[in-house]
C-alpha cells in the first residue's frame, strides 16, 4: 500500500470523538500501549484492525487511510457544490458532486480550487440557439493546454475533454446552465458564471475590460 493510517490521524480521531487512549484500546482488543506506541510512531495496526478502528471512530476505511473525513453535504445532489480533480500523473479529470477521496496512480488527490479567470486564461460564451458555445483563448501545446471546459447547472453537468494541439472550444446544451469551468494544466481551474444580460445575447464579448463593465451593471440590474 502507498499509503497508511498515521498515528497522527488516530490521534486527531481518538480526540475528536472523546475517547482516550485505554477506552479505545478497549474496544479494539488491544493494550493502551499498543495504542500509544500507534500515535507515537512507534508502530502500526495491523491491517486486519483498519476496519474496526474506523468503526470506533465512525468513518470509513478510506477516509481513516486518508485523514479526510467527508461530511455529506451533498443531500440535495446540487451541482454547484462540483469539485474536480485531476491527477498529475495521466491526466484524469474525475468529477464530484460534493467533497471524496479520489486516489488515482496512488495518489490522494486535492480538489482543484475554482480562480477567476484573468488575462491568461480568458473565456469567450455566445449563445447560438440552445446551445452555447465556449472558447478560451489560450495555446494548445503538449506542455501547456486547457485540458477540459464544463458546463454546470443545478442538476447536471456538460465536460468536454481536451488534448493538446486540439482547440480549447466546446459547445454546451443550454438547459439551465449557470457557471464554466475549465482546467488548465500549469494554472489549475478557473471558473467563469454565466451573467444574466450578458450570456444570454446572441454573441460574444472578446474585450476582457467590457465584459467585467458589462457583469458589474448586471448584478445591479439582476441581483
Same mark, same amino acid.
Given at each position: @500500500?502507498?499509503? %497508511? *493510517?498515521?498515528?497522527?490521524?488516530?490521534?486527531?480521531?481518538?480526540?475528536? #470523538?472523546?475517547? +482516550?487512549?485505554?477506552?479505545?484500546?478497549? !474496544?479494539?482488543?488491544?493494550?493502551?500501549?499498543?495504542?500509544?506506541?500507534?500515535?507515537?510512531?512507534?508502530? %502500526?495496526?495491523?491491517?486486519?484492525?483498519?476496519?474496526?478502528?474506523?468503526?470506533?471512530?465512525?468513518?470509513?476505511?478510506?477516509?481513516?487511510?486518508?485523514? +479526510?473525513?467527508?461530511?455529506?453535504?451533498?443531500?440535495?445532489? +446540487?451541482?454547484?457544490?462540483?469539485?474536480? %480533480? *485531476?491527477?498529475?500523473?495521466?491526466?484524469?479529470?474525475?468529477?464530484? /458532486?460534493?467533497? $471524496?477521496?479520489?486516489?488515482?496512480? &496512488?495518489?490522494?488527490?486535492?480538489?482543484?480550487?475554482?480562480?477567476?479567470? =484573468?488575462?491568461?486564461? /480568458?473565456?469567450?460564451?455566445?449563445?447560438?440557439?440552445?446551445?452555447?458555445?465556449?472558447?478560451?483563448?489560450?495555446?494548445?501545446?503538449?506542455?501547456? %493546454?486547457?485540458?477540459?471546459?464544463?458546463?454546470?447547472?443545478?442538476?447536471? @453537468?456538460? @465536460?468536454?475533454?481536451?488534448?493538446?494541439?486540439?482547440? $480549447?472550444? $466546446?459547445?454546451?446544451?443550454? !438547459? &439551465?446552465?449557470?457557471?464554466?469551468?475549465?482546467?488548465? #494544466?500549469?494554472?489549475?481551474?478557473?471558473?467563469?458564471?454565466?451573467?444574466?444580460?450578458?450570456? =444570454?445575447?446572441?454573441?460574444?464579448?472578446?474585450?476582457?475590460?467590457?465584459?467585467?463593465?458589462?457583469?458589474?451593471?448586471? !448584478?445591479?440590474?439582476?441581483?
Amino acid at each position: @500500500m502507498n499509503q %497508511y *493510517v498515521t498515528g497522527a490521524v488516530i490521534k486527531a480521531l481518538r480526540e475528536k #470523538n472523546k475517547l +482516550n487512549q485505554l477506552q479505545l484500546a478497549d !474496544r479494539l482488543g488491544v493494550s493502551d500501549k499498543t495504542v500509544s506506541k500507534w500515535e507515537t510512531g512507534k508502530g %502500526y495496526p495491523d491491517i486486519t484492525l483498519l476496519e474496526p478502528i474506523a468503526d470506533a471512530f465512525r468513518v470509513s476505511v478510506t477516509e481513516l487511510i486518508s485523514g +479526510n473525513t467527508i461530511t455529506n453535504v451533498n443531500v440535495s445532489a +446540487n451541482m454547484m457544490r462540483s469539485k474536480f %480533480y *485531476v491527477c498529475p500523473v495521466c491526466g484524469n479529470v474525475i468529477h464530484s /458532486m460534493g467533497e $471524496a477521496v479520489i486516489n488515482c496512480h &496512488g495518489i490522494t488527490l486535492a480538489p482543484l480550487e475554482a480562480e477567476p479567470t =484573468d488575462e491568461r486564461h /480568458m473565456v469567450f460564451i455566445e449563445r447560438i440557439e440552445d446551445e452555447y458555445y465556449v472558447r478560451i483563448e489560450h495555446p494548445m501545446t503538449k506542455e501547456h %493546454y486547457i485540458s477540459f471546459i464544463a458546463a454546470a447547472s443545478s442538476d447536471g @453537468m456538460q @465536460m468536454v475533454k481536451l488534448y493538446p494541439e486540439g482547440s $480549447a472550444e $466546446a459547445r454546451f446544451k443550454v !438547459r &439551465g446552465v449557470k457557471k464554466i469551468f475549465f482546467g488548465c #494544466n500549469r494554472d489549475g481551474l478557473f471558473l467563469q458564471d454565466i451573467v444574466k444580460g450578458i450570456d =444570454d445575447r446572441d454573441r460574444s464579448h472578446d474585450d476582457t475590460e467590457e465584459r467585467r463593465a458589462l457583469e458589474e451593471t448586471a !448584478r445591479k440590474l439582476f441581483g
